[in-house]
Protein backbone atom coordinates (compact mmCIF):
# COMPACT_ATOMS: atom_id res chain seq x y z
CA UNK A 1 0.00 0.00 0.00
CA UNK A 2 0.95 3.90 -0.92
CA UNK A 3 2.27 5.60 2.24
CA UNK A 4 0.15 7.94 4.58
CA UNK A 5 0.78 10.93 2.75
CA UNK A 6 -0.42 9.74 -0.42
CA UNK A 7 -4.05 8.29 1.02
CA UNK A 8 -4.86 11.67 2.81
CA UNK A 9 -3.74 13.41 -0.22
CA UNK A 10 -6.47 11.36 -2.18
CA UNK A 11 -8.94 11.25 0.51
CA UNK A 12 -12.35 11.93 -0.90
CA UNK A 13 -11.27 13.10 -4.44
CA UNK A 14 -11.39 9.24 -6.73
CA UNK A 15 -13.93 7.93 -4.42
CA UNK A 16 -17.63 8.74 -5.05
CA UNK A 17 -19.12 8.02 -1.15
CA UNK A 18 -22.53 6.15 -0.83
CA UNK A 19 -24.47 8.64 0.49
CA UNK A 20 -22.88 12.40 0.57
CA UNK A 21 -22.17 14.99 -2.08
CA UNK A 22 -19.20 14.68 -3.76
CA UNK A 23 -17.99 18.12 -3.56
CA UNK A 24 -18.64 17.50 0.57
CA UNK A 25 -16.21 14.90 0.49
CA UNK A 26 -13.37 16.98 -1.07
CA UNK A 27 -13.90 19.85 1.34
CA UNK A 28 -14.45 17.72 4.38
CA UNK A 29 -12.44 14.41 3.56
CA UNK A 30 -13.93 11.20 5.41
CA UNK A 31 -11.89 9.73 7.89
CA UNK A 32 -9.75 7.24 6.92
CA UNK A 33 -10.08 3.87 9.54
CA UNK A 34 -6.55 1.86 9.09
CA UNK A 35 -7.51 -0.72 11.96
CA UNK A 36 -9.90 -2.90 14.22
CA UNK A 37 -9.46 -4.30 17.85
CA UNK A 38 -12.49 -5.74 19.68
CA UNK A 39 -15.25 -2.79 19.77
CA UNK A 40 -12.60 -0.56 18.30
CA UNK A 41 -11.00 1.23 15.50
CA UNK A 42 -7.88 2.64 14.71
CA UNK A 43 -8.00 6.18 12.29
CA UNK A 44 -5.02 7.03 10.00
CA UNK A 45 -4.04 9.89 12.58
CA UNK A 46 -3.69 6.98 15.48
CA UNK A 47 -6.68 7.61 17.62
CA UNK A 48 -8.28 4.48 19.03
CA UNK A 49 -12.26 5.28 19.32
CA UNK A 50 -15.31 2.90 20.07
CA UNK A 51 -17.72 2.20 17.34
CA UNK A 52 -20.58 2.53 18.40
CA UNK A 53 -21.83 2.00 14.84
CA UNK A 54 -20.39 -1.68 14.46
CA UNK A 55 -19.15 -1.00 10.88
CA UNK A 56 -22.73 -0.29 9.51
CA UNK A 57 -25.27 -1.96 11.76
CA UNK A 58 -23.04 -5.25 10.97
CA UNK A 59 -19.77 -6.15 12.74
CA UNK A 60 -21.80 -7.70 15.45
CA UNK A 61 -18.60 -9.64 16.45
CA UNK A 62 -16.34 -6.93 16.68
CA UNK A 63 -12.93 -6.83 14.97
CA UNK A 64 -11.01 -9.38 15.98
CA UNK A 65 -13.03 -12.67 15.54
CA UNK A 66 -10.33 -14.97 14.57
CA UNK A 67 -12.28 -17.93 13.87
CA UNK A 68 -13.88 -15.75 10.75
CA UNK A 69 -10.71 -14.65 9.70
CA UNK A 70 -9.29 -18.00 9.78
CA UNK A 71 -12.66 -19.56 7.70
CA UNK A 72 -11.92 -17.38 4.81
CA UNK A 73 -8.20 -17.72 5.14
CA UNK A 74 -8.54 -21.84 4.84
CA UNK A 75 -11.45 -21.22 1.67
CA UNK A 76 -9.19 -18.80 -0.24
CA UNK A 77 -6.43 -21.56 0.04
CA UNK A 78 -9.28 -24.48 -1.19
CA UNK A 79 -11.06 -22.50 -3.20
CA UNK A 80 -11.34 -18.60 -3.82
CA UNK A 81 -14.51 -18.88 -5.58
CA UNK A 82 -16.54 -21.54 -7.87
CA UNK A 83 -20.37 -20.58 -9.35
CA UNK A 84 -23.56 -21.64 -7.68
CA UNK A 85 -25.34 -20.89 -11.23
CA UNK A 86 -26.94 -24.32 -12.54
CA UNK A 87 -24.97 -26.81 -12.87
CA UNK A 88 -22.47 -26.07 -9.92
CA UNK A 89 -22.09 -25.94 -6.46
CA UNK A 90 -19.79 -24.99 -3.27
CA UNK A 91 -19.11 -27.17 -0.10
CA UNK A 92 -19.74 -23.73 2.52
CA UNK A 93 -22.60 -22.52 0.43
CA UNK A 94 -24.36 -25.73 0.87
CA UNK A 95 -23.65 -26.29 4.67
CA UNK A 96 -24.09 -22.49 5.08
CA UNK A 97 -27.74 -22.89 3.24
CA UNK A 98 -29.03 -25.78 5.55
CA UNK A 99 -27.26 -23.88 8.94
CA UNK A 100 -29.77 -21.02 8.03
CA UNK A 101 -32.77 -23.06 7.43
CA UNK A 102 -32.31 -24.60 10.79
CA UNK A 103 -31.52 -21.29 12.51
CA UNK A 104 -34.71 -19.83 10.94
CA UNK A 105 -36.57 -23.11 11.15
CA UNK A 106 -39.21 -21.60 13.84
CA UNK A 107 -39.67 -18.82 11.14
CA UNK A 108 -40.74 -21.41 8.45
CA UNK A 109 -37.95 -20.78 6.05
CA UNK A 110 -37.08 -23.57 4.10
CA UNK A 111 -34.89 -21.94 1.00
CA UNK A 112 -31.97 -19.77 1.08
CA UNK A 113 -30.79 -18.22 -2.61
CA UNK A 114 -27.89 -16.19 -1.65
CA UNK A 115 -27.30 -12.95 -2.89
CA UNK A 116 -23.95 -10.19 -2.10
CA UNK A 117 -25.70 -8.23 0.18
CA UNK A 118 -28.86 -6.36 1.28
CA UNK A 119 -30.25 -4.57 -1.44
CA UNK A 120 -29.87 -7.79 -3.53
CA UNK A 121 -31.52 -9.58 -1.12
CA UNK A 122 -34.75 -7.03 -1.00
CA UNK A 123 -34.55 -7.50 -5.00
CA UNK A 124 -34.37 -11.06 -4.98
CA UNK A 125 -37.51 -11.23 -2.39
CA UNK A 126 -39.98 -8.56 -4.69
CA UNK A 127 -38.60 -10.65 -7.73
CA UNK A 128 -39.70 -13.92 -6.31
CA UNK A 129 -43.03 -12.40 -5.30
CA UNK A 130 -44.17 -11.14 -8.39
CA UNK A 131 -42.96 -14.62 -10.01
CA UNK A 132 -45.08 -16.43 -7.15
CA UNK A 133 -48.07 -14.64 -8.16
CA UNK A 134 -46.99 -16.18 -12.21
CA UNK A 135 -46.75 -19.61 -11.02
CA UNK A 136 -50.31 -19.17 -9.17
CA UNK A 137 -51.97 -18.03 -12.65
CA UNK A 138 -52.63 -14.80 -10.30
CA UNK A 139 -50.60 -12.36 -12.71
CA UNK A 140 -52.10 -9.22 -11.65
CA UNK A 141 -50.72 -9.35 -8.20
CA UNK A 142 -47.39 -7.13 -8.77
CA UNK A 143 -48.33 -4.21 -6.44
CA UNK A 144 -46.09 -3.71 -3.71
CA UNK A 145 -47.22 -2.57 0.00
CA UNK A 146 -44.29 -0.71 2.40
CA UNK A 147 -44.05 1.71 5.61
CA UNK A 148 -43.00 5.17 4.97
CA UNK A 149 -39.71 5.68 6.79
CA UNK A 150 -38.83 2.04 5.80
CA UNK A 151 -35.05 1.52 4.45
CA UNK A 152 -34.69 -1.77 1.70
CA UNK A 153 -31.81 -0.71 0.03
CA UNK A 154 -31.12 0.97 -3.12
CA UNK A 155 -31.17 -0.96 -6.09
CA UNK A 156 -34.26 0.21 -8.17
CA UNK A 157 -36.91 -2.45 -6.81
CA UNK A 158 -35.53 -1.37 -3.02
CA UNK A 159 -35.44 2.35 -3.39
CA UNK A 160 -38.94 2.32 -4.80
CA UNK A 161 -40.33 0.51 -1.29
CA UNK A 162 -38.23 2.61 0.34
CA UNK A 163 -40.03 5.22 2.54
CA UNK A 164 -37.55 7.93 2.53
CA UNK A 165 -37.36 11.06 0.05
CA UNK A 166 -33.66 11.39 0.47
CA UNK A 167 -33.51 7.61 -1.40
CA UNK A 168 -35.87 8.09 -4.02
CA UNK A 169 -36.20 11.44 -5.27
CA UNK A 170 -32.97 11.59 -7.29
CA UNK A 171 -33.92 8.63 -9.21
CA UNK A 172 -37.36 8.87 -10.09
CA UNK A 173 -39.35 7.40 -11.81
CA UNK A 174 -38.85 4.33 -9.95
CA UNK A 175 -41.26 1.29 -9.82
CA UNK A 176 -44.46 1.93 -10.42
CA UNK A 177 -47.35 0.02 -8.05
CA UNK A 178 -46.11 0.75 -4.98
CA UNK A 179 -48.01 2.30 -2.03
CA UNK A 180 -46.83 3.19 1.45
CA UNK A 181 -48.17 3.66 4.55
CA UNK A 182 -47.49 5.51 7.56
CA UNK A 183 -45.22 3.93 10.28
CA UNK A 184 -46.11 3.24 13.60
CA UNK A 185 -43.50 5.94 15.25
CA UNK A 186 -45.29 7.13 18.41
CA UNK A 187 -42.83 10.78 18.57
CA UNK A 188 -44.17 11.80 14.85
CA UNK A 189 -47.23 10.38 12.95
CA UNK A 190 -50.17 11.78 11.39
CA UNK A 191 -52.67 10.28 13.45
CA UNK A 192 -51.01 12.27 16.71
CA UNK A 193 -51.29 9.33 18.39
CA UNK A 194 -49.29 8.79 21.54
CA UNK A 195 -50.56 5.53 23.06
CA UNK A 196 -48.01 2.76 20.87
CA UNK A 197 -50.76 0.25 21.30
CA UNK A 198 -53.30 2.43 19.62
CA UNK A 199 -50.91 3.73 16.74
CA UNK A 200 -50.32 0.29 15.67
CA UNK A 201 -54.14 -0.18 15.43
CA UNK A 202 -54.28 2.98 13.52
CA UNK A 203 -51.48 2.16 10.74
CA UNK A 204 -52.71 -1.46 10.71
CA UNK A 205 -55.99 0.14 9.54
CA UNK A 206 -53.94 2.04 7.14
CA UNK A 207 -53.03 -1.06 5.57
CA UNK A 208 -56.18 -2.74 5.45
CA UNK A 209 -57.98 0.73 4.00
CA UNK A 210 -54.87 0.69 1.27
CA UNK A 211 -55.63 -3.11 -0.09
CA UNK A 212 -59.08 -2.29 -0.10
CA UNK A 213 -58.54 0.88 -2.00
CA UNK A 214 -55.81 -0.78 -4.51
CA UNK A 215 -57.87 -4.37 -4.85
CA UNK A 216 -55.86 -7.19 -2.39
CA UNK A 217 -56.08 -9.29 -6.07
CA UNK A 218 -53.38 -6.73 -7.30
CA UNK A 219 -50.69 -6.61 -4.24
CA UNK A 220 -47.98 -8.99 -4.48
CA UNK A 221 -46.53 -8.45 -0.79
CA UNK A 222 -46.00 -6.01 1.60
CA UNK A 223 -42.28 -5.54 2.88
CA UNK A 224 -41.30 -4.15 6.10
CA UNK A 225 -38.49 -4.01 8.64
CA UNK A 226 -39.22 -5.60 12.04
CA UNK A 227 -37.42 -2.52 13.49
CA UNK A 228 -37.36 -0.15 11.25
CA UNK A 229 -33.17 0.58 11.37
CA UNK A 230 -31.73 3.37 8.70
CA UNK A 231 -35.30 5.22 9.14
CA UNK A 232 -34.17 6.50 12.60
CA UNK A 233 -34.66 2.78 15.25
CA UNK A 234 -38.48 3.00 15.14
CA UNK A 235 -39.62 0.60 17.17
CA UNK A 236 -43.07 -0.34 16.71
CA UNK A 237 -45.59 -1.90 19.25
CA UNK A 238 -45.40 -5.41 20.00
CA UNK A 239 -48.44 -5.94 18.27
CA UNK A 240 -48.06 -4.55 15.55
CA UNK A 241 -46.14 -7.27 13.28
CA UNK A 242 -48.62 -9.69 14.43
CA UNK A 243 -51.45 -7.40 13.42
CA UNK A 244 -49.64 -7.04 10.01
CA UNK A 245 -49.40 -10.84 9.66
CA UNK A 246 -52.60 -11.41 10.06
CA UNK A 247 -54.30 -8.22 7.28
CA UNK A 248 -51.78 -9.53 4.87
CA UNK A 249 -52.49 -13.58 5.64
CA UNK A 250 -56.59 -12.47 5.40
CA UNK A 251 -55.97 -10.90 1.85
CA UNK A 252 -53.15 -13.59 0.73
CA UNK A 253 -50.98 -10.93 0.46
CA UNK A 254 -47.15 -12.23 1.05
CA UNK A 255 -45.05 -10.94 3.96
CA UNK A 256 -41.14 -10.30 3.38
CA UNK A 257 -39.56 -9.14 6.59
CA UNK A 258 -36.74 -7.48 6.15
CA UNK A 259 -34.12 -8.41 8.68
CA UNK A 260 -31.14 -7.20 6.87
CA UNK A 261 -30.15 -5.24 10.11
CA UNK A 262 -32.27 -7.51 12.68
CA UNK A 263 -31.17 -10.77 11.52
CA UNK A 264 -28.65 -12.26 13.93
CA UNK A 265 -29.26 -10.90 17.20
CA UNK A 266 -29.47 -6.97 16.87
CA UNK A 267 -32.86 -6.17 18.50
CA UNK A 268 -31.99 -8.96 21.22
CA UNK A 269 -33.33 -12.00 19.31
CA UNK A 270 -32.65 -14.32 16.50
CA UNK A 271 -34.64 -12.45 14.02
CA UNK A 272 -36.68 -9.43 14.51
CA UNK A 273 -39.80 -11.68 13.26
CA UNK A 274 -39.03 -13.96 16.21
CA UNK A 275 -38.87 -11.28 18.41
CA UNK A 276 -42.66 -10.05 17.45
CA UNK A 277 -43.65 -13.78 17.44
CA UNK A 278 -44.77 -13.47 13.27
CA UNK A 279 -43.54 -15.96 10.64
CA UNK A 280 -43.37 -14.08 7.39
CA UNK A 281 -43.17 -15.87 3.95
CA UNK A 282 -39.44 -14.42 2.59
CA UNK A 283 -36.80 -12.79 5.54
CA UNK A 284 -34.12 -10.82 3.46
CA UNK A 285 -30.76 -10.86 5.35
CA UNK A 286 -27.24 -9.98 4.97
CA UNK A 287 -24.75 -7.29 6.75
CA UNK A 288 -24.18 -9.81 10.42
CA UNK A 289 -24.46 -12.98 7.85
CA UNK A 290 -20.54 -12.76 7.88
CA UNK A 291 -20.40 -10.00 10.77
CA UNK A 292 -19.15 -7.43 7.84
CA UNK A 293 -16.14 -9.75 6.74
CA UNK A 294 -16.83 -10.44 3.37
CA UNK A 295 -19.86 -9.05 1.21
CA UNK A 296 -22.77 -11.48 0.98
CA UNK A 297 -26.53 -11.72 1.68
CA UNK A 298 -29.39 -14.09 1.85
CA UNK A 299 -33.00 -14.47 1.15
CA UNK A 300 -34.91 -17.01 2.58
CA UNK A 301 -37.61 -18.34 1.33
CA UNK A 302 -40.70 -19.93 3.64
CA UNK A 303 -42.18 -23.60 3.23
CA UNK A 304 -45.46 -22.61 1.57
CA UNK A 305 -43.84 -20.31 -0.90
CA UNK A 306 -41.39 -22.91 -2.11
CA UNK A 307 -43.93 -25.37 -2.32
CA UNK A 308 -45.63 -23.26 -5.18
CA UNK A 309 -42.47 -23.24 -7.21
CA UNK A 310 -40.90 -26.54 -6.42
CA UNK A 311 -44.36 -27.98 -7.54
CA UNK A 312 -44.55 -25.74 -10.41
CA UNK A 313 -46.32 -27.26 -13.75
CA UNK A 314 -45.91 -23.69 -15.25
CA UNK A 315 -43.60 -22.25 -17.61
CA UNK A 316 -42.41 -19.28 -14.59
CA UNK A 317 -41.18 -21.80 -12.26
CA UNK A 318 -37.20 -21.40 -13.13
CA UNK A 319 -35.09 -18.94 -11.08
CA UNK A 320 -33.83 -16.50 -14.28
CA UNK A 321 -32.61 -14.23 -11.02
CA UNK A 322 -28.77 -14.40 -9.69
CA UNK A 323 -25.65 -12.70 -9.07
CA UNK A 324 -21.95 -14.02 -9.97
CA UNK A 325 -21.10 -14.10 -6.15
CA UNK A 326 -24.64 -16.09 -5.63
CA UNK A 327 -23.66 -18.22 -2.53
CA UNK A 328 -19.86 -17.01 -2.82
CA UNK A 329 -17.74 -19.68 -1.10
CA UNK A 330 -15.62 -17.43 0.92
CA UNK A 331 -18.15 -15.55 1.88
CA UNK A 332 -20.28 -18.66 2.95
CA UNK A 333 -17.54 -19.70 5.16
CA UNK A 334 -17.11 -16.50 6.42
CA UNK A 335 -20.77 -16.96 7.27
CA UNK A 336 -20.80 -20.49 8.87
CA UNK A 337 -17.87 -19.09 11.41
CA UNK A 338 -19.45 -16.09 11.84
CA UNK A 339 -22.84 -17.89 12.84
CA UNK A 340 -21.27 -20.45 14.83
CA UNK A 341 -19.39 -17.52 17.07
CA UNK A 342 -22.78 -15.66 17.36
CA UNK A 343 -24.12 -19.04 18.55
CA UNK A 344 -21.48 -19.69 20.93
CA UNK A 345 -21.09 -15.89 22.46
CA UNK A 346 -25.26 -15.98 22.71
CA UNK A 347 -24.88 -12.68 21.33
CA UNK A 348 -29.30 -12.08 20.77
CA UNK A 349 -29.07 -12.28 24.69
CA UNK A 350 -26.23 -9.56 25.21
CA UNK A 351 -27.63 -7.13 22.88
CA UNK A 352 -30.89 -8.05 25.43
CA UNK A 353 -28.85 -7.20 27.94
CA UNK A 354 -26.75 -4.83 27.01
CA UNK A 355 -29.55 -2.75 25.28
CA UNK A 356 -31.75 -2.12 28.14
CA UNK A 357 -28.16 -0.58 29.72
CA UNK A 358 -27.53 1.61 26.65
CA UNK A 359 -31.32 2.44 26.61
CA UNK A 360 -31.43 3.12 30.89
CA UNK A 361 -28.05 5.43 30.03
CA UNK A 362 -29.98 6.77 26.73
CA UNK A 363 -32.80 8.06 28.70
CA UNK A 364 -30.39 9.59 31.30
CA UNK A 365 -28.67 12.10 28.46
CA UNK A 366 -32.32 12.91 27.36
CA UNK A 367 -32.98 14.14 30.99
CA UNK A 368 -29.38 16.07 30.92
CA UNK A 369 -29.68 17.33 27.25
CA UNK A 370 -32.44 19.59 25.96
CA UNK A 371 -31.55 19.30 22.56
CA UNK A 372 -32.61 15.67 23.10
CA UNK A 373 -36.04 15.26 21.89
CA UNK A 374 -36.75 11.40 21.60
CA UNK A 375 -34.66 8.17 22.53
CA UNK A 376 -35.52 5.18 21.08
CA UNK A 377 -34.16 1.34 20.76
CA UNK A 378 -34.03 -2.52 21.25
CA UNK A 379 -31.20 -4.47 21.83
CA UNK A 380 -28.23 -2.87 20.26
CA UNK A 381 -29.86 -0.38 18.11
CA UNK A 382 -31.10 3.06 19.19
CA UNK A 383 -31.74 6.72 18.09
CA UNK A 384 -31.45 9.83 19.62
CA UNK A 385 -33.72 12.22 17.78
CA UNK A 386 -32.21 16.01 17.86
CA UNK A 387 -34.15 18.55 18.05
CA UNK A 388 -33.27 22.33 18.45
CA UNK A 389 -36.87 23.07 20.21
CA UNK A 390 -39.07 20.10 22.05
CA UNK A 391 -42.72 21.72 21.79
CA UNK A 392 -42.41 22.32 17.79
CA UNK A 393 -40.18 19.23 17.39
CA UNK A 394 -38.39 21.25 14.85
CA UNK A 395 -35.26 18.95 13.81
CA UNK A 396 -31.81 20.16 14.93
CA UNK A 397 -29.82 21.30 11.72
CA UNK A 398 -27.05 19.57 10.00
CA UNK A 399 -24.35 21.81 11.24
CA UNK A 400 -25.59 21.00 14.49
CA UNK A 401 -25.56 17.36 13.79
CA UNK A 402 -22.15 16.73 12.84
CA UNK A 403 -20.78 18.98 15.39
CA UNK A 404 -22.08 16.67 18.07
CA UNK A 405 -20.29 13.92 16.10
CA UNK A 406 -16.95 15.48 16.00
CA UNK A 407 -17.10 16.05 19.72
CA UNK A 408 -17.92 12.54 20.66
CA UNK A 409 -15.00 11.28 18.42
CA UNK A 410 -13.09 13.50 19.89
CA UNK A 411 -14.00 11.92 23.15
CA UNK A 412 -13.37 8.57 21.69
CA UNK A 413 -17.18 7.76 20.48
CA UNK A 414 -18.00 6.86 16.60
CA UNK A 415 -21.52 7.69 16.20
CA UNK A 416 -23.34 7.91 13.12
CA UNK A 417 -25.35 10.72 12.05
CA UNK A 418 -28.83 10.05 9.67
CA UNK A 419 -30.65 13.17 9.55
CA UNK A 420 -31.26 14.75 12.86
CA UNK A 421 -30.81 10.78 14.58
CA UNK A 422 -27.54 9.76 16.14
CA UNK A 423 -27.68 6.08 15.43
CA UNK A 424 -26.09 3.09 17.07
CA UNK A 425 -25.53 -0.27 16.85
CA UNK A 426 -22.51 -1.19 18.35
CA UNK A 427 -20.98 -4.43 18.02
CA UNK A 428 -23.12 -6.83 19.89
CA UNK A 429 -20.00 -8.48 22.32
CA UNK A 430 -20.11 -5.36 23.78
CA UNK A 431 -19.46 -5.00 27.62
CA UNK A 432 -21.50 -2.91 30.50
CA UNK A 433 -18.22 -1.05 30.44
CA UNK A 434 -18.31 -0.19 26.93
CA UNK A 435 -22.01 0.36 26.89
CA UNK A 436 -20.92 3.39 30.24
CA UNK A 437 -17.62 4.60 27.58
CA UNK A 438 -20.16 4.90 24.63
CA UNK A 439 -22.90 7.43 27.07
CA UNK A 440 -19.95 9.08 28.72
CA UNK A 441 -18.76 9.75 25.19
CA UNK A 442 -22.07 10.77 24.13
CA UNK A 443 -22.45 12.75 26.76
CA UNK A 444 -19.46 15.03 25.85
CA UNK A 445 -20.71 15.36 22.40
CA UNK A 446 -24.12 16.80 23.32
N1 LIG B 1 -32.52 -3.47 4.02
C1 LIG B 1 -32.27 -2.88 5.19
C2 LIG B 1 -33.27 -2.99 6.29
C3 LIG B 1 -31.08 -2.17 5.39
O1 LIG B 1 -30.85 -1.55 6.55
C4 LIG B 1 -30.14 -2.12 4.34
C5 LIG B 1 -28.88 -1.40 4.52
O2 LIG B 1 -28.65 -0.70 5.46
C6 LIG B 1 -30.45 -2.76 3.13
C7 LIG B 1 -31.64 -3.43 3.00
C8 LIG B 1 -29.49 -2.69 1.99
O3 LIG B 1 -28.35 -3.45 2.28
P1 LIG B 1 -26.98 -3.20 1.49
O4 LIG B 1 -26.49 -1.84 1.90
O5 LIG B 1 -26.09 -4.33 1.97
O6 LIG B 1 -27.26 -3.30 0.05
Known amino acids: MRDINFLTENNGKPIW ?17 MKGEGVS ?30 AIAAQLEALPYYSGFRGTSTGPSIELAYELTEWFGPEGMARVFFTSGGSDSVETALRLARQYWKIRGQADRTKFLALKKGYHGTHFGGASVNGNANFRRNYEPLMPGVFH ?9 PFDESDPARLAKLCAKALEDEIAFQGADTIAAFIMEPVLGAGGVIVPHESFMGLVREICHRHGILLIAD ?51 ESDKTSFGAIGHGYTYSGHPVGCAAGLAALAETRRLRLDENAARRGAELATALERLKTRHDIVGDVRGRGLMAALELVSDHASKKPADKKTMSAVADAAYEAGVMIRVSGN ?26
Open 17 to 33: HPMAHPAEMRAQPPKII
Open 259 to 309: EVVTGFGRAGAWSGSRLWGVKPDMMTMAKAITSGYFPLGATLIGEAVADVF
Open 41 to 70: VTDIDGRTVIDAVGGLWNVNLGYSCDPIKQ
Open 181 to 189: IPAPWVYRN
Open 421 to 446: NIILSPPLMLTARDVEAIAAGLDAGL
